[in-house]
Structure formats: C-alpha cells, structure tokens
C-alpha cells in the first residue's frame, strides 16, 4: 500500500541554518503530496503542496519539489528562525484518492535555537 | 470565520467505557474528516464524511464509529475504550471533496487519556 517516510527527528538548528527534512513516497499513479506543521497544542497546518511531477510548492521561505524519479518531496528553508520549532509531516493523497484521506509520515520535530 | 473546532479538548475515561468526540467544521464546509495520532503509530485516517455519508474507512476496529450530521457537524464514537486509545484525535474540514486542490483544515483535537 501507499505509504511516506520521513527522515526520524529530533533535528536540532541554531537560527540562521540550513534545513532540510527528508520525505520519500511509495505510490501508485501520480499521488499528490504536502508537508504540514503542528506547533505545540495545536492542530496540523498545510504548509505548501504539489500536485503533479516537478511542481515547486513554496510558503513562509520553506520549500519542496515533488521529484517522481526519486519518489520525494523534500521540505527544505536556507535560514530557519526560533519561530519554525515544531513538528513537520510529509504526507501524500493517493492519485484519485478521496479529500480527506491523507497519509502522513511519522513526523520531525524540529527545534531552533538562538 | 471560525476555525475547526472540537470539544471536549481534554478527556479522560476508564477501560471499558465508551466516549463520544464532537467536531464542528469551518462554516460552509461540507467534508469532515477525522484522525488518531499516538506517539508510536504517528497520524493515522480514521473515516470521512460528506453530506451525512461515510466516504472512507480507515483500517480500525468496528469499535470505531462516526457520523455527520446535516449540519456538518460531525461525532465519533469509541466504545468498550482500551488502553490503547489513548491519543490525540483530530478532526480536519474541507469545503468539498474530490478536489486535489481542496485543502485540509484540522482542529486542535481532542486529548483522550484511557486509564
């Protein structure tokens, strides 16, 4: 079955670093794939998404391109910030799949400090 | 507008009893979908529903059960509660489903403790 894998947390930056989380995929057809995040006490929100092969998504200076040669999706920011401390999830909708049925990798809890 | 919202946010039951979780999506949202998330099995999709209809189960036991209601507002149901059931769940709303574009908007959850 459909299934995502992230890299295993904690990851741990000093402000200003480079991240990058690794997402992988195993599909059939052409699933479409996001990363969400969950700040403490809260519920998940969607960061960015991609819908088709080589789509960029982009918000908030993170990004991801959806490579289906390399079945990934990785979440990468040139300089993370005290503020983007929380848990990151890859998740991908199966190709024809229905809306509100996501699979969600295990999640990386990022923490950065000052 | 109004986000998702559930209720209660925090629970705490017995082994063998049963719970039942509310959710009240965005206003207009017609999709509610719900979710379990626990430290070792991660986020896992429960079932979702679209005009009072069950769309997709996920792979739990049948003492696992919801509904919609024609307000969209949606319940779910654990019975005969097992220490296991122990987790977050979480209610997530869209405006309509079927669309790839669509996006997810979940609540804060519901926080079960089973004792």
Redesign the interface.
Known sequence: GDSVTQMEGPVTLSEEACLTINCTYTATGYP?LFW?VQYP??????LL?A?KADDKGSNKGFEATYRKETTSFHLEKGSVQVSDSAVY?C?L?AYGG??????????TKLSVKP | KAGVTQTPRYLIKTRGQQVTLSCSPISGHRSVSWYQQTPGQGLQFLFEYFSETQRNKGNFPGRFSGRQFSNSRSEMNVSTLELGDSALYLCASSLVAGSTNEKLFFGSGTQLSVL
């Open positions: 479409s969400y006490g809260e519920g998940l929100q969607l998404k819908t999830f998740a909708r229905s809306q509100g049925n996501l699979i969600f990798g295990k999640g």
